[in-house]
């Protein structure tokens, strides 16, 4: 079955440590987002890409990194310099080659961060 | 740029009664309109979308959706909603042209009562 892979679902990590998660996608789709959920604040987009080896910052990038070396791929690393990661991330994907497309969900992550 | 805003963050409402979810957006150019919602701890479904066309979309479970230019609103609606429809409705916005970046509101919490 196509769709987006998020893994693990539940991560848990010391304070100061880095941490990497995983977002896979078997549709073939070129556009890739990363958004962290927080409740009472909806979806705040952290980073977007359209096309491999290229990717954008979204509004709450700072503390965040991506790469986009595969199309299939795009993986989050919560560095330590973000303050407060503790949070449900949900990673999604577009056709964007056929126009205003809707997006498709992973099945989130919720970073601890202790 | 665009913005989407949903003002209710909570609407509780008796089971078989029917509801209204409201969303307004602003741009500065064309934008297309979606409709998702969340079950917790999952990712995001999507219920309708606007593209073009009727202004009247229907969607899966019983929704609907209308689209007002003139007052850039793009309200969800039920007639008569279930227990099932217990969760939380995200109204997103997707702008035309260049790097297409998928803009949601804050959420409502729909909570059916029985």
């Known amino acids: 079955d196509g769709g987006i892979t998020q893994s693990p679902k539940y991560l848990f990590r010391k304070e100061g440590q880095n941490v990497t998660l995983s977002c896979e996608q078997n549709l073939n789709h070129d556009a890739m987002y990363w958004y962290r959920q927080d409740p009472g604040q909806g979806l705040r987009l952290i980073y977007y890409s359209q096309i491999v080896n290229d990717f954008q910052k979204g509004d709450i990038a700072e503390g965040y990194s991506v790469s986009r070396e595969k199309k299939e791929s795009f993986p989050l690393t919560v560095t330590s310099a973000q303050k407060n990661p503790t949070a449900f991330y949900l990673c999604a994907s577009r056709d964007d080659r056929r126009g205003p497309t ?13 | 740029a665009q913005s989407v805003t949903q003002l209710d963050s909570q ?26 919602v969340q079950y917790p701890n999952q990712g995001l479904q999507l219920l309708l979308k606007y593209l073009s066309g009727s202004t009247l979309v229907k969607g899966i479970n019983g929704f609907e959706a209308e689209f007002n ?46």
Do not use: M
């Not at chain 2, 804050?106 to 009562?113: A, H, N, S």
């Open chain 2, 69 to 114: 230019k003139s007052q850039t609103s793009f309200h969800l609606r039920k007639p008569s909603v279930h227990i099932s429809d217990t969760a939380e409705y995200f109204c997103a916005a997707i702008n035309s042209g260049g790097y297409q970046k998928v803009t949601f509101g804050t959420g409502t919490k729909l909570q059916v009562i029985p």
């Open chain 1, 102 to 114: 809707e997006a498709f969900f992973g099945q989130g992550t919720r970073l601890t961060v202790v």
């Open chain 2, 11 to 36: 609407v509780p409402v008796f089971e078989e009664a029917p509801v209204e979810l409201r969303c307004n957006y602003s741009s500065s150019v064309s934008v297309y309109l979606f409709w998702y």
